[in-house]
């Protein structure tokens, strides 16, 4: 092969390297944490990559954060132990560790179909109802 060909031939496949599907593109979850609620502002997303924008928007100056859990359980019915959900009873797909009031921070995690839970498992915050369902179907 003449080294022009080698060179055209490496040019495609690179360009074929850096082809995205469009399930690949993150799709982008605004979540607000609240002081007794979190917001999404979708509760259904394509399965793949998924970004999630967290902000801590509460108004009693609390650090939250915001797990993300696996499970075919409704978001208000996990078990809870010493004001606390067992997470290592659930598949964790991924947490937001101490979003500072006022602050904010991303998640980027892939998502399989099905049902998840996500929720803020500082003492006692689920049960104050910092907790939300969002669904991933094709």
């Not at 060179?7 to 607000?32: N, R």
């Not at 997303?45 to 915001?66: A, I, Q, R, W, Y």
């Not at 978001?75 to 560790?97: M, N, S, T």
């Not at 049902?115 to 915050?125: E, F, I, Q, R, T």
């Amino acid at each position: 092969m003449s080294p022009f060909r080698q060179i055209a031939a490496f040019g495609s496949l690179a360009l074929l390297g850096f082809a995205v599907s469009a399930s690949e593109v993150p799709q982008i979850v605004k979540a607000t944490l609240l002081s007794n609620a979190i917001q999404l502002d979708t509760r259904n997303v394509k399965p793949g990559p998924v970004t999630f924008d967290v902000h801590n928007s509460s108004d009693d100056k609390m650090t939250h954060e915001l797990v993300v859990l696996k499970t075919e359980l409704p978001d208000d019915a996990l078990p809870v132990r010493k004001g606390r959900v067992a997470e290592e009873k659930f598949r964790k797909i991924g947490e937001v560790e101490d979003v500072a009031p006022g602050k904010s921070k991303k998640l980027v995690v892939k998502l399989a179909p099905g049902h998840y839970v996500l929720l803020c498992n500082k003492p006692d915050h689920y049960s104050m109802g910092m907790h939300t369902s969002l669904v991933v179907a094709p």
